[in-house]
């Protein structure tokens, strides 16, 4: 089998690990969208949503209906598109793929989930878990991992396949092979260097781009695919174990264990109906190189095994084991988030990085309009608007300033101070971040505007990012990162995370809000110590669903006058 099990052919350059996927876009000042339709979840006929075996490429341009398109100077609160829960896609031309949780219409590729937390409470990128699967050829070592995948039920997998490493072959070498006489078997016919390169950087959670390989040309495609780093990484190829440096990038080996007789009659099959062959080439590929680089190369790999899968994908006991193990790990790793956040930092005095406004009566005051439950809609944004520029405003005073000198109309010198940066870009957390921008365009002439999008899985509970649109040179830029309200602080980490791995200084970095509950000041300080933190105020407490006590209610539903739902921070 060749690459990961998503879509084909798509060339997107290098960007940092949270990029989870791109689109071109014809203002190349901003970085490329990561497009992961919120609006298109598919019931996969249980109820649940079904999740990306892999994170990959968006190959075209998905234009949902809310305001996500571009960052945009000026916001009014227009009411957002909210999620459909599709029961069946109904056109011709639109398929859906439960397992690997991809829409496919006309050329665009839809995912149905975004990508959950790459790192841990501490904020810190968590490696993910490899996993070799190693075994004959037509073993049944990709049905395996295709198992393990839909057992795993974590949403961000990575497949990768060994296949991908075949050797650019010579003339002379493309000859042999077409009469069934190169050996493609051998550990030569592969290209370990870039192979350990790749798994490298998918264990940093870094993008690579993958060679895609043609069984029937004998050749790498000239496209690339581009993969992600994952919660869960899954390598698998008849030489899997064969490289000692590979090795050591495994966290668990699989060795898939099949008779010879079953794997010949399975590759007859699968390359006569797929890869173009006939049956006397199959057979002579076989005798003469297949099964001896079998006895030679692979079976003595089988002693790096740490769990031997005899029969292949139909062994149901051998699967349950390994996805039970991986459980394990990943709960170790930290990967459950959210749930780690809320029982985290009870009691511990507030960091030096959290900035409260005064609590003035005007601040007070603007807080009893929005907090009120009987508050009108109208007023509700209009006490809003009010209290959220006063909150930029305040995290505005926080850059740096400089002494500067002015003549004033009489003639006479003034000494004043004046913002030490002009590269000062908002980034809003959608959806209620967003209606923080228009505060912040207001008081800053030129700013630039970043969007970020996360939900919160409703199977998991943990924040996932669907959506990403941000300056390219965001780096060089004082941030603001916006959202109306935060409570365990999960989405504001995410967000904070994007950012960094964009390469912006967290000192760089301000968190504005209207209201936080404590546990996500702790949460948010106690990752990113030096990311200053406003608010305009301070709520002691968080439900057991996550929200905020006492609270404002759903920020975004009452600013966008939308019906209340569990799918909205
Ligand atoms: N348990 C099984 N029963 C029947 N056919 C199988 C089974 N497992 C795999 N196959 C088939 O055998 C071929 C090779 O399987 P695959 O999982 O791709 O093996 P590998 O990745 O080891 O080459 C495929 O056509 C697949 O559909
Ligand atoms: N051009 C090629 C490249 C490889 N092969 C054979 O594929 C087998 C590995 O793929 P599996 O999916 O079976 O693991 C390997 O045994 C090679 O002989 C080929 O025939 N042509």
């Known amino acids: 089998m060749s690459v990961s099990s998503s879509t084909q052919g798509k060339q997107v350059k290098f960007y940092p690990s949270s990029s989870a996927s791109s689109d071109s876009d014809d203002r190349s000042d901003l970085t490329e969208p990561l497009y992961i339709d919120p609006n298109l979840y598919v019931d996969i006929g249980n109820g649940d949503y079904c999740c990306p075996a892999s994170p990959t490429t968006v190959p075209g341009r998905i234009v949902s209906s809310n305001s996500l398109e571009s960052p945009a100077r000026t916001t009014t609160p227009t009411r957002p598109a909210r999620r459909q829960r599709t029961t069946s896609v109904n056109s011709q031309s639109t398929t859906a793929n439960p397992a690997e949780c991809i829409i ?50 974590v949403p961000w997998v ?98 898939v264990d099949t008779d010879a007789d079953i794997r010949l009659a399975r590759r007859l099959k699968r390359d006569i109906s797929q890869r173009g062959r006939d049956l006397s080439g199959v057979l002579k590929q076989y ?8 006895a030679n190369y692979i079976a003595p790999t089988m002693a790096h095994a740490d ?54 009566p005007q601040i007070k005051g603007l807080h009893t309009f929005i907090r009120c439950r009987g508050t009108s809609r109208d007023e509700f944004i209009f006490y809003s608007k009010r209290l959220i520029r006063l909150v930029i405003e305040y995290a505005l005073s926080l850059f740096p300033f400089k002494t500067t000198t002015v003549e004033t109309p009489q003639g006479v010198l003034y000494e004043g101070k004046r913002m030490g940066s002009r590269k000062i870009c908002g980034v809003s957390i959608l ?33 996932e990012l669907y959506y990403l649109r941000l300056p390219k040179d965001i780096k060089d830029y004082k941030v603001i990162l916006m959202d109306a309200t ?55 407490e968080v439900n057991e669903k996550f929200y905020v006590i006492p609270g404002i209610g759903n920020f975004g539903d009452r600013y966008f006058g939308t019906e209340p739902s569990d799918d909205y921070l």
Not at 287 to 294: D, E, G, I, R, W
Not at 497 to 514: C, F, Q, T
Request: proline share 5%; glycine share 6%; charged share 20%.
């Open 104 to 153: 496919r219409a006309n050329n665009r590729t839809i995912y149905t989930a975004g990508r959950p937390p790459w790192y841990n409470c501490a904020g810190q990128q968590v490696e993910p878990f490899v996993i070799g699967v190693c075994g004959g050829s037509a073993s049944g070592k990709t049905t395996v991992a295709q198992k393990i995948i839909e057992s795993l039920s």
């Open 158 to 255: 990575t497949l990768l396949s060994m296949d991908c490493f075949y050797k650019i072959l010579t003339e002379k070498q493309h000859e042999q092979a077409l009469l069934n006489e190169y050996n493609f078997d051998h550990p030569d016919a592969f290209d370990i260097d870039l192979l350990v390169e790749v798994l490298t950087k998918l264990k940093e959670g870094r993008m690579v781009e993958v060679p895609i390989y043609n069984f029937v040309t004998h050749s790498r495609e000239s496209k690339t695919k581009t993969m992600y780093g994952a919660n869960v990484i899954i390598f698998e190829g008849i030489l899997a174990f064969h490289s000692t440096e590979v090795l050591k990038l495994l966290d668990m080996k699989v060795f």
């Open 287 to 294: 005798l003469t190189m297949v099964k001896p680089s079998y």
């Open 307 to 360: 769990i031997i899968v005899p029969r292949g994908g139909e062994n149901k006991v051998a699967i349950h084991l390994i996805v039970q193990h991986v459980h394990t790990q990943l709960q170790l790793r930290g990967f459950k988030l959210r749930e780690t956040l809320v029982n985290s930092y009870k009691d511990q005095p507030m960091p030096d990085s959290l900035h409260l406004l005064p609590p003035t």
């Open 431 to 463: 959806r209620a971040g967003e209606t923080m921008e228009q505060a912040i365009c207001d008081v800053c002439k030129d700013i630039r505007i970043g969007k970020i999008l996360i939900q919160t899985n409703r199977n998991t509970g943990e924040p």
């Open 486 to 540: 935060v409570a365990t602080g999960a989405a504001a980490m995410m967000a904070l995370r994007v950012l960094l791995d964009h390469d912006v200084p967290e000192e760089n970095i301000i968190l504005a809000s209207l209201l936080m509950a404590e546990i996500g000041v702790h949460s948010i300080a106690y990752a990113f110590p030096k990311v200053r933190i406003v608010t305009s105020a301070l709520d002691p």
